[in-house]
């Protein structure tokens, strides 16, 4: 899932102007801070499992900088995401499950419920538990304006207003 912030016209005429007035980490920070706002609520929106590692696998990262609006335009790239080598069932709590799971390479499912370790033929389908989207869509207003805020800042000081 990725989150991005489509700038207006009057918007990306002045991101133009900010590759000349900031440097590519300068907008990469910026954006940095919207995407741990983001990471920060869904960590807190998803479901505690017994080992964690579902909160443990939401990560932000800086990504290279992206050079959109046309020539000389650059602009900060931050996502939010799961590292699936720490969470490799994170769509399936995200999303839910369908249908009955069957094991495929043994004759059993192991799950672990309660602390407790359960052998299954068959698992039945599991509701979906959203916490990505709804981080999202509560924490993408205050991470645009911390981004704002962080390049306002870093414009008055490069300016000396």
């Known amino acids: 899932m990725k989150m991005s912030m489509k700038p207006s016209a009057a918007t990306a005429d002045l991101l133009k102007k900010l590759g000349d007035l900031l440097s590519v980490g300068e907008l990469n920070y910026a954006a940095g801070i919207g995407a741990d706002i983001v990471a920060e609520e869904a960590r807190r929106l998803a ?3 017994p080992t964690g590692n579902l909160r443990r696998g939401i990560v932000s990262r800086i990504d290279n900088v992206k050079v959109l609006f ?3 335009g ?3 790239h931050a996502y939010v995401g799961i ?6 069932h994170a769509h399936l709590v995200e999303f ?3 249908g009955a799971r069957t094991p495929t390479k043994k004759k059993y499912l192991k799950m672990v419920i309660d602390g407790q370790v359960i052998f299954r033929r068959v698992a039945g389908p599991m509701p979906a538990k ?3 989207r ?6 993408s207003p205050e991470a645009a304006a911390a981004v ?3 390049l306002a800042a870093r414009i008055a000081l490069k300016v000396g207003s």
Do not use: H, V
Request: net charge neutral; glycine share 20%; charged share 15%.
């Open 74 to 76: 650059k602009a900060g």
């Open 47 to 49: 479901p505690g499992g």
């Open 96 to 98: 839910g499950t369908a």
């Open 148 to 150: 704002a805020a962080d």
């Open 83 to 88: 590292n699936y080598n720490i969470a490799p």
């Open 130 to 132: 959203p916490f990505l």
């Open 70 to 72: 046309g020539s000389g």
């Open 134 to 139: 709804p981080a999202i869509d509560a924490k």
